[in-house]
């Protein structure tokens, strides 16, 4: 709109000449045309420039030839002039309208990149405040140690039971409770080579809870320094439900004792702790008397609560540290610290509890066993002493039957 408003100028004052050249003498039309082609070029640029000069050329022309006026060599040299200074003042008018342009357009961007900054930075801040996870930056000194907090968010706080303030001037290090030694300094040396970590660890609350915590760690730029942003998870809920779910494929789901899979997982613990202790153990192998017939009889919900209640008799005989474990059907097993405690003696104690729980169902119940005392080498193949107990729990069922 402005280009057109000059350019209909620029039209008028060239009209303006054209009549003048008519009226005025000669030399005061060559005089006045320099100026109308310099606002031509200054408004319109090169291409404005040359047009004013030719049209300028064109008036001195006519004005040359009517009036028939001054020296041939003036006219040519003024014609010469209008154009040289069309193309001069017009290049040097588009140079700078170029550059000006150039200026504003750099203007607007950095602008716009302002704009687009502090929006990314409001987001940023927003994500980082309102994240339900703790977040929170720290830096690293030239031993890749990390150094004091930089940010922290309500997350960050309310998970590790300090104030903003107190986790300002604390470290990493005073929350790490880390269960491998070292195991800090060797992710962050990962984080200078890699960029970026993931790892479990355990954080330590300001009242000494500890609390296991998945962390994401990378290495980012702020204010022309590294910095490490770290994401922080409570996992006491996952762990829980990990557990829980251990707990269903290695405990037998009607009595609650171990099942077979799950007495193969704690064996080599049990072999580690009776190892450490240097004591005996006894391996006991037992099933249910007459099981089959007790099921034909009073039907499989009574069965049901025979093998619980056997299940019970096994843990009143046997400690909590023990290994209690229902095999299958209704043949259990037990791993048991023998403490100087007389195989035949624990026999007893455990022939009570089983009549005790039968009584206590309205139900004779009886439970023949064998038992094998072994150290903790017997439990590192365990299949030998299990065999063994076994072959003696058949030996003690037939001569129960027999007699």
Known sequence: MRARRLGTVIILLAL???????????????????PLVVAGAYFLGLRGGIVVALWATLIATIAFVSIHQGDLRDYVVTVIGYLVIGVLVGLAVDRFS?????LEESIEEAGLARKLLAASEGRYRL???????????????????????????????ALLGYTRGELLGLTPRAIDAAPAPGQLRRM????????????????RRSDGELIPVEISSSLTEVEGEFVVLSISRDIRERQREVRR????????ELTGLL????????????????????????VVYGDIDRFKTLNDTYGHERGDEVLVAVAGALRAAFRETDLI????????????????????????????????????LGVRVGLSHGEVTTDWRGLEDPRVVLDEADTRMYAAKHTRDDG
Do not use: W
Request: aromatic share 4%.
């Open 188 to 203: 962050m040396a990962e984080l200078q080579l890699e960029g970026a970590v993931h790892y479990e660890s355990v954080r």
């Open 127 to 157: 994500l980082f405040e309102q994240s339900a996870d703790p977040v929170y930056l720290h830096g690293l000194d030239a031993a890749g140690e990390p150094t004091r907090f930089l940010a922290v968010n309500d997350a960050t706080c």
């Open 259 to 282: 099942n077979r899979r799950g007495l193969d997982v704690m064996l080599p613990e049990q072999a580690k702790r009776a190892k450490r202790s240097g004591r005996p153990v006894i």
């Open 245 to 252: 779910l251990q707990e269903l494929t290695l405990r037998d």
């Open 325 to 360: 474990a229902r095999l299958g059907g209704d043949e259990f097993c037990v791993i048991a610290e023998a403490d100087d405690i007389d195989p035949a003696l624990l026999g007893e104690r455990l022939d009570g509890a089983v009549k005790a729980a039968g009584e206590g």
């Open 98 to 102: 170029r550059q000006k342009r150039q």
């Open 16 to 34: 303006a000449y054209a009549l003048a050249a008519l009226l005025l003498p000669l030399d005061v039309v060559e005089i006045i045309g320099a």
